[in-house]
């Protein structure tokens, strides 16, 4: 089964910061790719899909890529709205099914 | 408005049953996969099961093959899940998603959720 991992578990920044977010899995997964945003309380948001396609409504501060095994999430000039969770996840086939990442939280300070 | 509404979560003893149902609403239900995603508390996301927008095939995480069955009825719109021999590790929030493309590659449409407990 393939694993991924995300890291760090926790970020702690000041506003105005930058926040890089790994996702790594144990098997190519090419570039398929989603990363999600979880606030307090709701649901999670979908951000990007296929390693680096913003969805629709995702801000600009946001940026994500990697290919194969690796792939990041990145957020410029951190803002007190960012705070959340956010997960990786990814599709495998045969059968198709999805794994998502432990989650990194981000925390300001 | 495009959204997704999860209803029947309850209080159930372990070894018991039930049946999550989820509406969809402002957009053409059965031209999308759908699936069901969960959340024990405290803890990260976890991908139950997912279903083709025919619904003619359907696809289970392993650990749960068996025991959940994902289903859908496109004159209605909605998308169930029967839960069956349920135990403490199946409580969480149970959300319904819509598929971006295809059949589990990414989840741009989500529920807000409902809430399972097992519990005696």
């Known amino acids: 089964d393939i694993v991924v991992t995300q890291s760090p578990a926790t970020l702690s920044l000041s506003p105005g910061d930058r926040a890089t977010l790994s996702c790594r899995t144990s098997?190519?997964?090419?570039?398929?790719v989603a990363w999600y945003q979880q606030k307090p309380g709701q649901p999670p948001r979908l951000l990007f899909h296929?390693?680096?396609y913003r969805a629709t409504g995702a801000p600009a501060r946001f940026s994500a890529g990697g290919a194969g095994t690796d792939f990041s999430l990145t957020i410029t000039n951190l803002e007190p709205d960012d705070v959340a969770v956010y997960y990786c996840?990814?599709?495998?086939?045969?059968?198709?099914?999805?794994?998502f990442g432990g989650g990194t939280k981000v925390e300001i300070k | 408005e495009v959204q997704l509404l999860e209803s029947g979560g309850d209080l159930v003893q372990p070894g018991g049953s039930l049946r999550l149902s989820c509406a969809a609403s402002?957009?053409?239900?059965?031209?999308?996969?759908m699936g069901w995603v969960r959340q024990a508390p405290g803890k990260g996301l976890e991908w139950v099961a997912s279903?083709?927008?025919?619904?003619?095939?359907?696809y289970y995480d392993d650990s749960l093959k068996g025991r959940f069955t994902v289903s859908r009825d496109n004159s209605d719109n909605t998308l169930f899940l029967q839960m069956d021999s349920l135990t403490a590790e199946d409580t969480g929030i149970y959300y319904c998603?819509?598929?971006?493309?295809?059949?589990?590659?990414?989840?741009?449409?989500w529920g807000r959720g409902t809430l399972v407990t097992v519990s005696s």
């Open positions: 998603a819509r598929d971006g493309r295809g059949t589990v590659t990414y989840f741009d449409l």
């Open positions: 402002g957009f053409t239900f059965s031209n999308y996969a």
């Open positions: 996840q990814v599709r495998h086939n045969l059968p198709p099914g999805a794994t």
């Open positions: 098997l190519s997964v090419t570039s398929y």
């Open positions: 279903i083709r927008g025919s619904g003619g095939q359907t």
């Open positions: 296929d390693a680096s």
